[in-house]
T-cell receptor, first 116, second 113 residues
Framework: DTGVSQNPRHKITKRGQNVTFRCDPI?????LYWYRQTLGQGPEFLTY????????KSRLLSDRFSAERPKGSFSTLEIQRTEQGDSAMYLC??????????????FGPGTRLTVT | QQQVKQSPQSLIVQKGGIPIINCAYE??????FPWYQQFPGKGPALLIA?????SEKKEGRFTISFNKSAKQFSLHIMDSQPGDSATYFC????????????FGGGTRVLVKP
């Protein structure tokens, strides 16, 4: 499978615990995006990387959230001191940015986080 | 502020019917408009996309119509099938702003056999 992969697919944690999610993009893609989707809503942008550089973070991304893409390949999203409001599907997408179209972003299956 | 408004929230059609989903945007800087299909428990899958210099685009049974002056675009699903039952999202992005996607609220489509 050469698509975007995410692990774990499901995570149940207790409030106050830290969690980390991993995203492996399509191999030649240099851009990687994180989105959050709550039930019945469209995904919302959190942050994105071009290669290893984090270029933008949304205001949605509080100080408890941190993301890395250390070698420009896979990325991790960590949430510290989880809160019940963090319960959501966390989606990763990747794209090949070459300065011209196409701009297609391909999504992974997501990590469903439940904070109890 | 919701920059992309999608309607209706849900839609029921008979097999062979043509569900039509509409989206309106506010930011005239948007320069890329994709549609995604999402099944329960899965990530969104890219269906078709359009840029504002094109008024219509067809890929298989999916057609996007784009009205730049009205700042509206729509998705038509021709000859709909029960397997098309899913939630559909429109989105928009700006190349110069990193192509981060702004999504509509989604439309749940049910195609009855």
């Amino acid at each position: 499978d050469t698509g975007v992969s995410q692990n774990p697919r499901h995570k149940i944690t207790k409030r106050g615990q830290n969690v980390t999610f991993r995203c492996d993009p399509i191999s030649e893609h240099n851009r990687l995006y994180w989105y959050r989707q709550t039930l019945g809503q469209g995904p919302e942008f959190l942050t994105y990387f071009q290669n290893e550089a984090q270029l933008e973070k949304s205001r949605l991304l509080s100080d408890r959230f941190s993301a890395e893409r250390p070698k420009g390949s896979f990325s991790t999203l960590e949430i510290q001191r989880t809160e019940q409001g963090d319960s959501a599907m966390y989606l990763c997408a990747s794209s090949l940015f070459s300065g011209k179209a196409p701009y297609e972003q391909y999504f992974g299956p997501g990590t469903r986080l439940t904070v109890t | 502020q919701q920059q992309v408004k999608q309607s209706p929230q849900s839609l029921i059609v008979q097999k062979g019917g043509i569900p039509i989903i509409n989206c309106a945007y506010e930011n005239t800087a948007f320069d890329y408009f994709p549609w995604y299909q999402q099944f329960p428990g899965k990530g969104p899958a890219l269906l078709i996309a359009i840029r504002p210099d094109v008024s219509e685009k067809k890929e298989g049974r999916f057609t996007i119509s784009f009205n730049k002056s009205a700042k509206q675009f729509s998705l038509h699903i021709m000859d709909s099938q029960p397997g098309d039952s899913a939630t559909y999202f429109c989105a928009a992005s700006i190349k110069a702003a990193g192509n981060k996607l702004t999504f509509g609220g989604g439309t749940r489509v049910l195609v009855k056999p």
